[in-house]
């Protein structure tokens, strides 16, 4: 992560009542909070034809407006926080995602006579 970067994510919490998807934007934004984000929420008119969830399980998004997430680093959180503790905890997590990646030679099947 940056200090001065903007995030986001989908925000497709109860997605088919707009009183509970107001109630868990504002949860997200006090949890966010306490990571040391602001959060706003900004209101995106969208419009999409029935026809378009045609073959889809479970409509994922109801309604007309869409509230796109947009996500900064609290200046004032940064200002307490060693910006570079920030930083080496993005860079830990993403040596733990590679980490977990699998690595050439580690397939068993690549050995095995059974998976060829």
């Known amino acids: 992560s940056k200090p001065h970067g903007i995030y986001s994510y989908f925000n ?3 997605p ?3 009183f509970f998807h107001g109630v868990a934007c504002q ?21 999409v034809k029935e026809s378009s969830w045609e073959g889809v399980r479970r409509k994922y998004w109801h309604g ?7 996500c900064t680093w609290n200046q004032d959180f940064l200002k307490k926080t ?5 930083e080496i905890a993005s860079t830990v997590k993403s040596d733990q995602r ?4 699998p690595r050439a030679g580690s397939d068993p099947c690549e050995s095995s006579e059974q998976c060829k």
Do not use: H, M, W
Request: aromatic residues 6%; hydrophobic residues 35%.
């Open 82 to 86: 060693d910006v570079r503790q920030v």
């Open 27 to 47: 949860c997200v934004k006090l949890q966010l909070a306490q990571l040391g984000l602001d959060t706003e929420f900004a209101p995106c008119e969208i419009k």
């Open 12 to 14: 497709g919490l109860a």
């Open 98 to 101: 590679e980490s977990k990646k």
């Open 64 to 70: 007309d407006t869409y509230y796109l997430p947009i």
């Open 16 to 18: 088919d009542n707009i």
